[in-house]
């Protein structure tokens, strides 16, 4: 089965309004890092996180070890905000990999 | 700061063929990555190398070979190009092979006729 399972797999937002991605691991996690995937492909780093909580500008994250999931908060959604967003753990067992969910894709509306 | 760069950005080869993708990194970060990228689908790791000369397998090693000739570089070959195989291929790299950010280059789109 799926060690990471993103949520929800694709979503439409209007400009301006707020939302919220999730991941849940079912793999022991000590790391996660939050990509954002532009239409050309290239990943762009959002966060790295420890067990916590992080902000940048309009973006929030915050990783529950304890509770295996991590969320990605959106406030004031932007267009450029659109792509596909990528969660990834690193697992307890051999945490120089990145263990992937499927992707969210988000697509912002004005 | 830093950049990963991969060639080619487009690989197109034809069934069986034996491919070659290079990957660079100017961090003079010690662990290099490779990972697969299906349509619509998540990465998957191939190998990694947390030094010179070091290989380590990945989940999907499988009908690829790996190089660490330098500690900024990073080659995947593709053994034999299977027919109507998509992917892009992603580098990474991080500082060591403890916890650290993996940092990612462009990536490179394959496409075997």
């Known amino acids: 089965g799926d060690q990471v399972k993103q949520s929800p797999s694709a979503l439409s937002l209007q400009e301006g309004t707020n939302s919220a991605l999730r991941c849940n691991f079912s793999i022991a996690t000590t790391t996660v890092q939050w990509f954002l995937q532009n239409p050309r492909g290239s990943l762009m780093n959002l966060f790295y996180l420890v067990p916590g909580t992080k902000e940048n500008g309009r973006l929030k994250s915050t990783f529950n070890s304890k509770e295996s999931y991590s969320t990605l908060h959106i406030r004031d959604a932007q267009l450029e905000d659109s792509g596909t967003y990528f969660c990834?753990?690193?697992?307890?067992?051999?945490?120089?990999?990145?263990?992937f969910g499927q992707g969210t894709s988000l697509s912002v509306v004005p | 700061g830093g950049i990963i760069t991969q060639t080619p950005k487009f690989l197109i080869g034809q069934e069986g063929q034996k491919l070659t993708l290079k990957c660079q990194q100017n961090f003079n970060h010690d662990t290099m990555y490779w990972y697969r990228q299906d349509s619509g689908k998540g990465l998957r790791l191939i190998y990694y190398?947390?030094?010179?000369?070091?290989?380590q397998k990945g989940d999907l090693s499988e009908g690829y070979d790996a190089s660490r000739e330098k500690k900024s570089s990073f080659s995947l070959t593709v053994t034999s190009a299977q027919k109507n195989e998509m992917a892009v291929f992603l580098c990474?790299?991080?500082?060591?092979?403890?916890?650290?950010?993996?940092?990612f280059g462009p990536g490179t789109r394959l496409t075997v006729l």
């Open positions: 990474a790299s991080s500082i060591d092979s403890g916890r650290y950010e993996q940092y």
């Open positions: 190398s947390i030094t010179e000369n070091d290989l």
């Open positions: 990834a753990a690193s697992p307890s067992s051999s945490f120089s990999k990145l263990v």
